[in-house]
C-alpha cells in the first residue's frame, strides 16, 4: 500500500521562506505525476503546485506563482516544495497527492504558520 509523509512545516515570519518535503514509499513514485495542496481553517483544500512524473513540466496557482517552486528527486522517492516570500495567508495544511490513472495517494499533512 503507497504512502506519503510529508515534512519541513513550522512556524516562520512574512517574507521568510520554508522547504516542504514528501517521501513516498510502496508505490513506483516516478511513474506518478504529484502534487502540493492546501487547506485553511474553514476554506476548501485547493491546488498550490503539481509535477509531472519525469519532473520536466510544472504547473503553479497564480497566488504561489513566482514564490513557490516545486520538484522532485525520483532516485530518493522525494517530492519538494520551496516557499519563499512567505505570506499570513499562505497559512493552511500542506498536502501532498499522488496520481496515476485511477490510482492516488494522500500524505497527512503538515502545518505552515506565516505570523509575525
Known amino acids: 500500500q503507497g504512502q506519503l509523509v510529508e515534512s519541513g512545516g513550522g512556524l516562520v515570519q512574512p517574507g521568510g521562506s520554508l522547504r516542504l518535503s514528501c517521501a513516498a514509499s510502496?508505490?513506483?513514485?516516478?511513474?506518478?505525476?504529484m502534487s502540493w495542496y492546501r487547506q485553511a481553517p474553514g476554506k476548501e483544500r485547493e491546488f498550490v503546485a503539481s509535477?509531472?512524473?519525469?519532473?520536466?513540466?510544472?504547473n503553479y496557482a497564480d497566488s504561489v506563482k513566482g514564490r513557490f517552486t516545486i520538484s522532485r528527486d525520483n532516485a530518493k522517492n522525494t517530492m519538494y516544495l520551496q516557499m519563499n516570500s512567505l505570506k499570513p495567508e499562505d497559512t493552511a495544511v500542506y498536502y501532498c497527492?499522488?496520481?496515476?490513472?485511477?490510482?492516488?495517494?494522500w500524505g497527512q499533512g503538515t502545518q505552515v504558520t506565516v505570523s509575525s
Open positions: 510502496g508505490f513506483t513514485f516516478s511513474g506518478y505525476a
Open positions: 509535477i509531472a512524473s519525469t519532473g520536466r513540466s510544472t
Open positions: 497527492y499522488a496520481q496515476r490513472l485511477s490510482n492516488t495517494y
